[in-house]
């Protein structure tokens, strides 16, 4: 009979792991969200136990179950256009104002999850051209995650109905989706070459995936200490062109962790400017 009982002692060490890892902070008492998320590996690797499972990952013992048990507890659901605001934003400042220099705009999606920001960046720019026709020379979009699973599925582009009605109105799903059978749709091709999804720890070096002109990393450092925070936010400055923008998650600040950028009041929302 399969175990899925989680001691103290093996809470901690885990949490320990996945800190070292990929810099998330779970706090206390979160042991309902790791049996939930990780529960799952047991059967899938013909294991009895949590204990088990720990033992494997812990002493590096298994590779791939090490992968599944990151991928399980970083995975999160999205929604498309999440708070509005970035978007209009993007589409009513940062590009007519990038625009201006007739250079390649560059835009990274950080921990883009299930690819729901990345492609909806990737609609914004398709709007501003189909309204403004030339008005940007050309615009890549880089999005990243840790989790290869994840990224896969951002590939295909193929989100269930539930998915699809997380934010993005009907006619967007009309001129954007295709029909893909049994209650799926996914994104057609001219968007999905508008963006290249990568594999990217935000704790490892960023240098690969070059200069940005704009970077969303929203909803990501509250999961972070302030110590990892503040790694990430010094890559990412370093990752930026000069007046670079970053956007952060709505209950997301800079306060307190660098002093490199300057905020600018959008009404509504706030986005930071590299100084």
């Known amino acids: 009979m399969i175990s899925i009982t989680i001691t103290e002692q093996e809470y901690h060490a885990f949490c320990k792991y996945l800190e070292a890892k990929c810099g998330i902070i779970l706090g206390h ?19 009895a136990s949590m204990t088990e499972l720990f033992r494997l990952v812990l002493t590096n013992r298994n590779h791939e179950l090490a992968v599944a048990a990151i991928d399980a507890m970083t995975t999160n659901e999205t929604l498309w256009f999440r708070d509005t605001y970035p978007f209009e934003v993007l589409a009513n400042k940062l590009l007519p104002e990038m625009s201006k220099n007739h250079c390649p705009i560059k835009i990274w999606s950080a921990a883009s999850s299930s690819g729901q920001e990345a492609y909806s960046i990737a609609m914004i720019i398709q709007e501003v051209l189909t309204t403004k026709p030339g008005s940007i020379q050309g615009v890549q979009i880089t999005a990243t995650d840790i989790s290869s699973t994840m990224l896969n599925n951002c590939r295909t582009g193929i989100y269930d109905n539930l998915a699809l009605n997380r934010g993005l109105s009907l006619q967007r799903k009309r001129q954007f989706f295709e029909d893909a059978g049994e209650g799926f749709m996914k994104v057609n091709d001219s968007l999905k070459r508008m963006v290249a999804f990568k594999t990217q720890n935000l704790l490892n070096s960023y240098n690969l995936l070059g200069k940005f002109n704009i970077i969303f990393c929203r909803n990501v450092l509250i999961y972070f200490s302030s110590e990892m925070k503040s790694q990430v936010l010094n890559q990412m400055v370093t990752s930026l062109n000069s007046g670079g923008y970053l956007l952060l998650g709505a209950s997301e600040s800079l306060t307190g962790i660098t002093d490199r950028f300057e905020m600018i009041r959008c009404n509504p929302g706030i986005i930071y400017r590299l100084r």
Not at 36 to 43: A, F, G, V, Y
């Open 29 to 47: 008492n979160k042991q309902y969200l790791v049996r939930s998320r990780i529960s799952p590996l047991l059967s899938r690797f013909k294991l």
